[in-house]
């Protein structure tokens, strides 16, 4: 049975850098880039170049320098912007454009202040303008998910007709659930004419904590192509972090057979470490997958679990995203086949019958340390000895 491959579309030099704070030199995009192309992403969007001159070139750099994955610049619907594009990528040899407008009522009135006729004319113009200099064209109708379903579809189909290869449905606000993700996803299955003849796709952002959840939502119901970052930076609380829904997809293969990408997951740690070094956004201990945290086990039972079997806690190895190995820090929680095998690593040996007076010592000191040190350990061994001498 063929797999579907769903593309990963990277944003992270565009939507990742309006994260506050942020603020990459042309030099480290064009390496970032490099190094998201050889991760495996299908699609970057490199930039927004009408923004200034500097971002139209670092556009066109990256357009003419990375050429294993598609370049694609980002246009609102107006004519400048997509000429901005046109001129950084209308020569690059995988250059593709982005166009958007928003859809929903709230962004109708209160933003654009167009009717939805008008907004109908403009997605019509703009994609076919846009169509002129590009053979792909992808359209976003902003804000999607808070746009009556009906005329969404409508949107999408004009999109279409006007030559838009690819569709997104951005969840601006990360407002959306994974259910009605799905529903929608259904709806326009069911309610676009030319749905099949085109690639969707879902860029979710992380407002309540769902944008992984409705971007599977979204695979799960005909989307071929998910848009996010690296490490979900992004607006606000970020967008899907898309090394997640890789590894998810990994992880649950049982769920995800009919599914598969071009991305090598054991790039996933240098990436990730190199993209928070350059975005200046710290990794917190308890990131899924690159965390500090995620393949240390600290309680006494999950460490006699690990040391039996690492599968009773753990769901994928820390080699299948490039991490060297699993640790088990010792603390007040540990227990002693935990401290044993720590032991044993940096040189005791230790009889079993050593075992209990070992342990009581162990726990003396890590009552009253964070973590136990292999320096506390040997100190210890060393005071043990030392008062069976004395003894
Ligand atoms: O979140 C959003 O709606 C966007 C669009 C430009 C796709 O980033
Ligand atoms: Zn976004």
């Known amino acids: 049975m063929t797999k579907h491959v769903i593309q990963f579309f990277d944003t992270t030099l565009r939507d990742g850098e309006q994260t506050i704070g942020v603020n990459f030199t042309v030099d480290d995009k064009i390496e970032i880039a490099k190094r ?15 923004a200034s001159p500097a971002d139209l070139a670092a556009v066109r750099r990256i357009g003419q320098e990375v ?18 594009v046109t001129e950084a990528l209308g020569d690059a040899p995988n250059g593709q454009i982005h166009v958007f407008i928003a859809t929903s009522p ?22 076919s303008y846009a169509k002129q200099a590009f053979e792909n064209v992808e359209f976003s109708p902003e804000d999607a998910t808070r746009t009556e379903w009906d005329f969404l579809a409508r949107s999408v189909q004009v999109a279409i007709e006007a030559g838009a290869t690819v569709i997104n449905i ?15 996803f259904k709806y326009l ?19 309540l904590g769902m944008a992984t959840a409705n971007a599977l939502a979204a695979i799960e119901n005909g989307a071929t192509r998910i848009e996010g970052t690296i490490n979900g930076i992004g607006e606000r609380a970020g967008n899907t972090a898309l090394e997640q829904i890789v590894a998810i997809m990994n992880a649950r293969q049982d769920h995800y057979s009919d599914y598969t990408s071009n991305v090598d997951m ?8 190199f993209i928070s070094e350059k975005s200046g956004m710290g990794l917190p201990n308890n990131q ?52 044993v095998n720590r032991l044993e690593q940096i040189g005791f040996r230790v009889k079993k019958e050593e075992v209990p007076v070992i342990f009581r ?15 506390q350990l040997r100190q210890m061994m060393n005071d043990i000895s030392e008062m069976k001498v004395a003894n």
Not at 36 to 50: L, R, S, T
Not at 266 to 273: C, I, N, R, S, V
């Open 170 to 184: 951005p969840d601006t606000t990360g407002y959306t659930t994974p259910v009605e993700m799905a529903n929608l």
């Open 266 to 273: 054991t790039k996933t740690y240098d990436l990730a470490q």
């Open 189 to 207: 299955q069911q309610n676009v004419a030319d749905f099949d003849k085109v690639t969707f796709s879902a860029h979710c952002h992380n407002d």
């Open 36 to 50: 998201i192309a050889d991760w495996g992403a299908d699609v970057i969007e490199a930039g927004f170049p009408v």
């Open 67 to 84: 050429t294993n994955a598609n370049i694609v610049g980002l246009a609102r619907c107006v004519k400048k912007d997509i000429d901005a």
């Open 106 to 127: 709230i962004h109708r009135d209160s933003k654009l202040h167009m009717t939805k006729d008008q907004v109908l004319d403009r997605i019509n113009e703009c994609v």
């Open 361 to 375: 010592h162990f726990q003396a000191i890590a009552d009253q340390s964070r973590l136990v040190s292999n320096e």
């Open 288 to 339: 899924p997958l690159t965390g500090s945290n995620v393949f240390a086990h600290e309680s006494g039972i999950h460490q006699d679990g690990f040391l039996k079997n690492p599968s009773t806690y753990e769901i994928l190895t820390p080699e299948s995203v490039g991490r060297t190995r699993s640790t088990l820090p010792l603390g007040k929680l540990s227990g002693s086949h935990a401290v």
